[in-house]
């Protein structure tokens, strides 16, 4: 799915691109002193924001063996993607999936409308 579109005038309209997390973390305390105080910075330098986290999603359909879901946006997919895949955030995201993590997490990006 492509992230712009055309709109009458011939202008690019660009969508918004999100990441959805959930993951199971062996101690929310560690998670935020070790990783989100220095990968939430990163994440802002490359416009992106965290618009919703919780250790206590409420769960409607299917298996939930997280405990923590958050939902991230950026201006565009490219955005999102650049900052998943930059060089400042590796050691962060290296850190949360090999220590911080007690089991495999979901990251995806996803397009907005």
Do not use: C
């Not at 309209?13 to 910075?41: C, G």
């Amino acid at each position: 799915m492509e992230n712009q579109e055309k709109s009458t005038e011939g202008a690019k309209v660009t969508k918004p691109a999100y990441i959805m997390v959930q993951m199971k973390v062996k101690s929310l305390e560690e998670l935020m002193q070790r990783y989100a105080q220095f990968a939430i910075p990163v994440l802002q330098k490359h416009g992106g924001q965290m618009i919703a986290g919780t250790p206590a999603p409420n769960i409607k359909e299917g298996d939930w063996n997280g405990n923590w879901a958050a939902v991230l946006q950026f201006a565009t997919m490219e955005a999102a993607e650049g900052w998943y895949n930059s060089d400042e955030y590796q050691p962060y995201k290296n850190l949360r999936i090999n220590e911080l993590q007690s089991e495999a997490g979901r990251v995806v990006i996803i397009p907005g409308m």
